[in-house]
Structure formats: structure tokens, C-alpha cells
């Protein structure tokens, strides 16, 4: 399948490969979804808040998990992530961090 870079098609595409690759980590995909969703722009608005809710529903589909820490006070660090300033195992650290089980 031809997927053009750069654009959201891509992106997700990217994500199910990754997901394919690291299944046994949720939090691995997780912080590649903040990555991939973060530093791009693919929105003219809400591209933070989208790679949150994004990374958010990866965790929690793959491992029954939420990321645990306010939005208000993640926003720092998600803007770091935007600006390319963590590589991926510190955001996967930082995930494990700041997440914790749903108890249903």
C-alpha cells in the first residue's frame, strides 16, 4: 500500500507498524503516538491535544490503562515532546510515570 509522507494516512500508518513491532509495550506505543501526532502538524489547531487523546486511547486499548496526570500539567512536557526535545524511551519512561490502571 503507497501511503504519501507526511500526511495524517501516514501517520497512522506508522502507528500500526510500530504497534505491530512493540505489542508487548503499551507504553512504547503510547509515547510513539505522542511523537507521531505532536510533532507533526496535520491540524491547523489541537495537534497536542489530539497526540494526547491519542496516546490516552492507545494505552488504554492495549493495556487498561490512563495516563494518571492532569492535562493542565502535562501540557509542559507535551510541548517539549513537540519540540522534539525527548526521545522516545524517556516519554515511555515518563508514561509509566504518570499512568495507572483503570479499575472497572
Same mark, same amino acid.
Given at each position: 500500500?503507497?501511503?504519501?509522507?507526511?500526511?495524517?494516512?501516514?501517520?497512522?500508518?506508522?502507528?500500526?507498524?510500530?504497534? !505491530?513491532?512493540? =505489542?508487548?509495550?503499551?507504553?512504547?506505543?503510547?509515547?510513539f503516538?505522542?511523537l507521531?501526532?505532536?510533532?507533526?502538524?496535520?491540524?491547523?489547531?489541537?495537534?497536542?491535544?489530539?497526540?494526547?487523546f491519542?496516546?490516552?486511547?492507545?494505552?488504554?486499548?492495549?493495556?487498561? =490503562?490512563?495516563?494518571?496526570?492532569?492535562?493542565?500539567?502535562?501540557?509542559?512536557?507535551?510541548?517539549?515532546?513537540a519540540?522534539n526535545?525527548?526521545?522516545? =524511551? !524517556?516519554?515511555?519512561?515518563?508514561?509509566?510515570?504518570?499512568? !495507572?490502571?483503570?479499575?472497572?
Amino acid at each position: 500500500m503507497f501511503v504519501m509522507k507526511g500526511g495524517l494516512a501516514y501517520t497512522i500508518h506508522q502507528i500500526i507498524n510500530f504497534k !505491530e513491532k512493540n =505489542k508487548d509495550s503499551p507504553e512504547r506505543i503510547a509515547a510513539f503516538v505522542y511523537l507521531e501526532f505532536a510533532t507533526k502538524h496535520h491540524f491547523m489547531d489541537g495537534n497536542k491535544r489530539a497526540a494526547h487523546f491519542a496516546a490516552q486511547t492507545f494505552l488504554f486499548l492495549y493495556s487498561h =490503562k490512563r495516563i494518571s496526570i492532569e492535562y493542565e500539567k502535562a501540557v509542559p512536557y507535551i510541548i517539549e515532546i513537540a519540540a522534539n526535545k525527548h526521545p522516545l =524511551k !524517556e516519554i515511555e519512561q515518563w508514561i509509566k510515570e504518570n499512568s !495507572e490502571i483503570i479499575k472497572i
